[in-house]
């Protein structure tokens, strides 16, 4: 019975131990000096298919793995992205409210400290033209607002209400041209009167031309006319011409940041109910 199976798996047989011993052999040779015998030559010669197919069959999966490798990795890789681009907006979102408490604060510590009433007001729009400086703020008569009332900053006068809506108002800043503000140097008590030039700064007109100005003086509301509190913050002065035959002129730098204005007060009343 065993001679009958060996004879009928003798083909598989030789299969398997013909690689082995020649595997066997070629091993044997690496462990001892010389050269290779005929046996070793011959096992070379039958292992050499098996090895460059094994070798391809490792490579062939190898690359499969990296390749599958590789798109989870660019999986990975796009949700980190996105991931991070959300932490980043967050971040920006954060600083933005952080940024909008701070100037609300600053309002509510000017209006405490002026003893004004006041109504407060988002900038939404500029004057897109450029033949007038003006911002439309988000409060009109439904919120109280009128025209004349002044328009003031935390860090001085913005300009004057123009033009009334329900629920927006048109400003003229203190920089347009049309526009004119009774005004004081703080230091010398010298009076005139500051109008825009049309660009980002104004003149103080009508100065007479002994009044002793610096630049650096400060230039305030005079609170004549009543459409400004007395004492409100104009601008300084930048420049001094006094060439002129009866009055000097003046060139005066806005304290307002006009150019980068978000939120204002819009003067309503005083202490008295004025």
């Known amino acids: 019975m065993l001679w009958r199976f060996l004879a009928r798996r003798r083909r598989l047989l030789t299969a398997l131990l013909v690689p082995l011993a020649a595997l066997a052999s070629v091993t044997s040779s690496v462990r001892r000096p010389g050269g290779v015998g005929p046996l070793e030559a011959a096992a070379a010669v039958v292992l050499a298919p098996l090895q460059v197919g094994t070798a391809a069959a490792f490579s062939w999966f190898g690359g499969l793995g990296s390749l599958l490798g590789g798109s989870g990795l660019r999986r990975e890789n796009e949700e980190l992205r996105r991931e991070v681009d959300r932490l980043r907006q967050e971040v920006q979102q954060s600083r ?4 909008a408490a701070a100037r609300l ?9 002026t003893g ?3 109504t407060a007001a988002s900038v939404v729009g500029h004057d897109a033209s450029g033949l007038y400086r003006t911002v439309l703020i988000d409060r009109g008569s439904s919120s ?16 004057r209400v123009i033009k009334v809506f329900p629920r927006t108002a048109l400003v003229l800043l203190v920089t347009d041209r049309s526009s004119g503000i009774d005004a004081i140097v703080q230091r010398t008590r ?20 002994s009044a002793e100005v610096e630049v650096g003086d400060y230039v305030v509301t005079s609170g004549m006319g009543g459409k400004f509190p007395k004492g409100v913050w104009i601008g300084q002065v930048s420049g001094v011409n006094r060439g002129g035959d009866l009055f000097q002129s003046v060139e005066v730098r806005p304290a307002a940041a006009l150019e980068r204005l978000e939120e204002v007060w819009v003067v309503t009343g005083t202490e008295d109910g004025r």
């Open 96 to 99: 933005e409210r952080v940024a």
């Open 105 to 113: 604060e600053r309002l509510l510590e000017y209006r405490e400290s």
């Open 116 to 118: 004004f009433t006041m």
């Open 144 to 159: 109280g607002v009128q025209a004349q009332q002044a328009v003031l900053a935390p860090d001085g006068v913005v300009g």
């Open 190 to 209: 010298d009076q005139g009167v500051v109008q825009g030039r049309g660009g980002s700064g104004c003149e103080l007109k009508y100065l007479e031309r």
